[in-house]
Structures are given as C-alpha cells and as structure tokens.
C-alpha cells in the first residue's frame, strides 16, 4: 500500500491506553483496519506508517538520544569509531540504523530482528544501510546462531525501543550482550518503569544484576521516548555503558 494512498485516523485525545494496547485506524478506499502500534509485522508492510504515525505524530526522539548520547561517551575516550562494529538488536525498519550510520557512524553495522517484514522493510525503504541484516529469534542461542555472530566481532550493541513489552525477553538481550567484546560499548533504553518501579518484565532484576558486574555504566539518563496517543509525554531511561568482566558470559542465573 502506498503511503499516499491511506489516512491515519487517530483514537480520541481522552483514549487512556497502555503503549501495549495503543492502536491507529488506517482508512483507504476500499476497507478500514484497526492496527495496533506494536503490530510491527503490518505496520512494516506499509512504506513509511511506522515513520508517520511513530517519529511524526508522536515525535519519537529515542534514535537521536541513544545515537548522540553513545557518539559523546566514546568521543570522550581514545577510541577509533571507524572501528565500531555494531549489532543493532530489534532493528526494526532500519530508523535507529540509519542514525547510527549518520551520528556516530561505524565499520560494520548488522540488524537483527525477530520478524521478517523488519528486515522485507528494511531492503525496501533503507536498501545497503546494513552488512547483513538476520531474522533470528536469539532468546535460545544455539552453536548455529552463536557462530553467525561471533564471526562478526561485535564491539558495540545498540536495542532502541524493544525491551519489555512484550518485545525482547531478558534472556535474549543477555544473549546478545554476550556477543560483544568485552570493553564493548552498550547502549539501549528502557521504560523508567521497568527499571525501578512496578516492572513485570524481569528487567529490573536482569539489569540490577548486570549493572553490579558486567555492565559499567556511564550515563543513565531519563527523558521522554515519545508522547503516547493521548498526548502524554512517556518517560524512558537511555543508559549507555561498557562491558566489563567477561571472562564468564553474564548468565541470567543468580550467582551461588
Ligand atoms: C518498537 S520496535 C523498535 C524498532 C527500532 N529499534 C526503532 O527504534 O525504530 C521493536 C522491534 O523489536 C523487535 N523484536 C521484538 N521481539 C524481538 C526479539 N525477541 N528479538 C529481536 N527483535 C525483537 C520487533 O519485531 C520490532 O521490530
């Protein structure tokens, strides 16, 4: 479907929705389809919705934040950034990607999502943005898998609104921090919530844990994702870090 060729029609300003459970109503000629704004797999299969509805109307700043907060830690440090070899994990169509490559910039630069229309979106609106782009569910890391992403050295990961939520599970963003190098730079947000407060998602536990040993933060900051339906601002925390202590991977078990 063509972008031209739709309206969005959006839910009332009164409509008290969780983000989970937030949905717009794309009207064409022809039908009418209530789409939940974590329906990623239809909301991909529409050139340029995702932009319109996520960064336009909710005016989404989360790529901007993590990219520049992450370009000005390493820009504090001696380190060559045309040496950066990045995993962008729950890529998605390639938003965080591209301001990767435009902010910080990298050697090598790898998505990876758990769905195909991400990737089907990805070589349809940002075709050579990435290496290599794989759908791949990480959340059980097998000797396959594990050797796919070793090859590629990784000294960076980089997961932009995709914790929680029903989104990455904790053990998968383990898994995929423990494809970084060790020094690696590490960089995501998360809903201030599911760091310290009410969290169902076994964030807090995961990431209390791996900010006491291998996760060395240095920059915790909380500032608004984006606003939700209803106009309300919708606070994430951006922590960006370096991986410490690697001589064990981080496992998600409790340590005797
Ligand atoms: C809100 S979107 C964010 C996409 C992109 N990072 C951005 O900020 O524009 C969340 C993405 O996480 C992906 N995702 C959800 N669960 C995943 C998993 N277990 N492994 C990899 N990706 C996952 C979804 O398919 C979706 O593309």
Redo the contacts with the bound molecule.
């Keep these: 479907m063509d972008c031209e060729k739709f309206k969005i029609r959006y839910p009332e300003k009164e409509c008290t929705l969780d983000q989970d459970e937030e949905w717009v109503t794309i009207v064409t000629r022809d039908s009418t389809e209530k789409i939940r704004l974590?329906d990623?797999e239809k909301f991909y299969e529409i050139p340029g919705l995702y932009e319109k509805v996520i960064y336009d109307k909710l005016k989404c700043d989360?790529?901007r934040v993590i990219c520049e907060l992450l370009n000005n830690e390493i820009e504090k440090v001696v380190f060559n950034k045309k040496k950066l070899r990045v995993l962008d994990?729950?890529?998605?169509?390639g938003?965080?990607g591209e301001c990767l490559d435009k902010v910080v910039g990298c050697k090598v630069l790898i998505g990876?999502?758990?769905?195909q229309q991400?990737r089907d979106a990805v070589e349809r609106d940002r075709p050579k943005l990435y290496d290599e782009y794989y759908v791949m569910?990480?959340?059980q890391m097998d000797e396959c898998k594990q050797k796919i992403l070793n090859e590629w050295n990784f000294n960076a990961l980089v997961?932009?609104?995709?914790l929680g939520y029903g989104?990455?599970?904790p053990q998968?963003f383990i898994n995929a921090f423990n494809t970084i190098e060790d020094r690696g730079w590490i960089a995501f947000n998360i809903k201030d919530r599911f760091l310290n407060g009410d969290d169902d998602t076994g964030y807090k536990d995961t990431l209390k844990a791996m900010m006491g040993d291998s996760l060395e933060v240095l920059q915790k900051k909380r500032y608004c994702h984006r606003l939700s339906l209803s106009g309300e601002s919708l606070y994430y925390y951006a922590i960006i870090g370096r991986k410490v202590n690697n001589t064990h991977p981080y496992s998600h078990k409790k340590k005797a």
Excluded: E, Q
Aim: net charge negative; glycine share 12%; no cysteine.
């Design positions: 974590n990623y989360s790529h994990f729950g890529a998605g169509n938003v965080v990876l999502d758990i769905i991400a569910d990480i959340s997961t932009v609104g995709a989104d990455i599970p998968a």
